[in-house]
């Protein structure tokens, strides 16, 4: 019997431009580029160099901090360039594809016979135990760290995000392979939306499944685990995207890396939103050919509006994106009278204009402007209404600016990600960057702590 949680606090934010489900083609790609910057956590130490040809699963770079975790190519071609920042920061490796792709062959293995240390030893070869995240700090894990309990999230409700259900058609055997695994070595909390029907998600097996019922951020991991198995000082989680956990399976059921996935390109600056097969690493200029309604004036997002990160059509998909994301800029936006009017499109949570009267079922276009200046955080409660963990987040937020650990541990933060705080920042009337503070908090105290 599955255990069904209802949760009452959050907030679904309805943008226009969601994905149907169907598919589109996307161009030939010929450039890939490994951003290390979306492994967080991870300082990057090269083992290849430009020039090099290497296959699709071969280690491009590994983690300095931990030089056994690798992290593989997602295709076979030559290495191009090695881009560099200040103080010869690693900030992409960019790799020229073959025609024809070539894989490194790990072998096929049958997860049943295998145990944990196998698991690991096998993700590690193939570079792909990058993939897992690890609570507290929301970084990158590294194996010598044993979790009490490994969390996959297969809900995704922030705006505009990909539906994964539609992404498990066709690898159901591979995630359950996936899931089978994962649960060698500790065990599996699968979260589920109350709406998502499917049988590949709904039976699964080898794992306790629970059922997530109420508003964004509903689906995050870390809200999950708030309410199933909160986190206490000393206690390690590791978390895995459900996507990071079809590419396992295919790793043990095939015995390659093949980091081919479904994504969503959505957003009201989309012509046709709707879905793509591509590969972690792909340039995004030939996944956006043809689909901007306008280059000037949008906001190309690698990710959902709320978590992803500000991009061009020369960035590369991230490591654990599952949609591409464009919104207007609002750069060109003049308006007359301004707060004054009524204001029927657009979207308020506390009812400031009238297009609340509409319902919950209209579709919004937001841009990207934070419409005011920031100022001093007023204790309104306003977080409280739209954060669904059992954590006072504006005295954690204010513990933050202060630098004062104590009361950061006691206020959960080893329990929270910065995307815990998404929808916190988005009713924010104070303005304040809430996922970069919580980052920087988190990044503060790891560097205290470990």
Partial sequence: ?????????????????????????????????????????????????????????????VNKNCPEVRFASPVSGMVSAIVRGERRKILCVKINADDEQV????????????????????????GLFGYINKLPYA???????????????????????????????????DFQTGLTALSKI???????????????LRNAQNVDINVFDGPCPAGNVGVQINHISPINKGD??????????????????????????TIAIAGSEINNPAYADVKVGQKLSPILEGQLKNNAHVRIINGNPLVGRKSNTDDYLGAHISEITAIPEGDDVNEMFG?????????????SYFSWLLGKKKEYVLDARIKGGKRNMIMSGEYDKVFPMNIYPEYLIKAILCGDIDKMEALGIYE????????????DSSKLELQQIVRKGLDSLRKEME
């Fill in 103 to 126: 894989y490194t062959d790990y072998g096929c293995k049958n997860v049943s016979s295998l145990d944990g240390s196998e698991v690991i030893t096998a993700l590690i070869e193939a």
């Fill in 236 to 261: 390690i989680v590791w978390t895995v995207d459900p996507t990071s956990v079809i590419f396992f399976g295919r790793l043990f059921n095939k015995g390659k890396v093949d980091l081919t996935h």
């Fill in 339 to 351: 707060w004054i009017m009524p204001r029927i499109n657009d979207f308020s949570v506390n009812h």
């Fill in 1 to 61: 019997m599955m255990n069904v949680i209802k949760l009452r606090k959050g907030l679904d934010i309805n943008l226009k431009g969601k994905a149907v489900r169907q598919k589109v083609r996307v161009g030939k790609c010929t450039e890939f580029g490994l951003v290390p910057d979306y492994f967080v956590g991870v300082t990057p130490k090269m083992i290849v160099h430009e020039g090099d040809h290497v296959k699709a699963g071969d280690a491009l770079f």
């Fill in 139 to 173: 970084v990158s894990a590294v194996p010598t760290a044993k979790p009490k309990a490994i969390f996959v999230s297969a809900f995704r409700d922030m705006p505009l995000a990909a539906d994964f259900e539609y992404e498990l058609e066709g690898n159901e055997e």
């Fill in 416 to 427: 929270v990600s910065p995307e815990d705080f998404a929808v916190a920042e988005f009713v």
């Fill in 186 to 200: 500790a065990k599996i909390y699968l979260g589920v939306g109350v709406n998502q029907s499917s049988e590949a």
